[in-house]
């Protein structure tokens, strides 16, 4: 089936230091979406991304849509202990509707 | 506004057992989803639904396994027998258009 390569797959940094994570992928998307998830709880929808090229911000967070549709990344900037999860993208592909492709994941973990 | 509502959140039952899950979508999201994380696997898509109607089940992984949807505030994913392996969280989420998913809390189950 379709896979997204999610790197890394860990992280563990010191608070205040910027996060920088992607997922790339042999296919095309349509969609990028990033979500985060802590323990206990459902994944919870963080950016959408729509266009090649779009690049969107959430508060600290930064996501970008790669220009050739096959890759999209995730930025936190100046990390705080609260923004500790993992941190999943998910991408629709060209031409599917519904059916969401989710990477394994990457934790992060920040060190006060 | 209520999000996406699972019960139960936790669930053991013995192997053998018939197990139901059930879910509320947010009011107005025509597509409702069924999912299941592992460790091993990540999260993975069971069923979907628009309007209602099952679209796409192919990710239900055997005939143990069955979704409905009798109308647009309520759903179940029903195991029957289960099997220690389908100990796992699953997951519900609905969306408006297919793109950005909101999801449930899960539902956490443990097979013994």
């Known amino acids: 089936g379709q896979q997204l390569n999610q790197s890394p797959q860990s992280m563990f940094i010191q608070e205040g230091e910027d996060v920088s994570m992607n997922c790339t992928s042999s296919s095309i998307f349509n969609t990028w979406l990033w979500y985060k998830q802590e323990p206990g709880e459902g994944p919870v929808l963080l950016i959408a991304l729509y266009k090649a090229g779009e690049l969107t911000s959430n508060g600290r967070l930064t996501a970008q849509f790669g220009i050739t549709r096959k890759d999209s990344f995730l930025n936190i900037s100046a990390s705080i202990p609260s923004d500790v999860g993992i941190y999943f993208c998910a991408g629709q592909l060209r031409g599917s509707q519904g059916n969401l492709i989710f990477g394994k994941g990457t934790k992060l973990s920040v060190k006060p | 506004d209520a999000g996406v509502i699972q019960s139960p959140r936790h669930e053991v039952t013995e192997m053998g057992q018939e197990v139901t899950l059930r879910c509320k979508p947010i009011?107005?999201?025509?597509?409702l989803f069924w999912y299941r994380q592992t460790m091993m696997r990540g999260l993975e898509l069971l069923i979907y639904f628009n309007n209602n109607v099952p679209i796409d089940d192919s990710g239900m992984p055997e005939d143990r396994f069955s979704a409905k949807m009798p109308n647009a505030s309520f759903s179940t994913l029903k195991i029957q027998p289960s099997e220690p392996r389908d100990s796992a969280v699953y997951f519900c989420?609905?969306?408006?258009?297919?793109?950005?998913?909101?999801f449930g809390p899960g539902t956490r189950l443990t097979v013994l």
């Open positions: 009011s107005g999201h025509d597509y």
């Open positions: 989420a609905s969306s408006l258009d297919y793109n950005e998913q909101f």
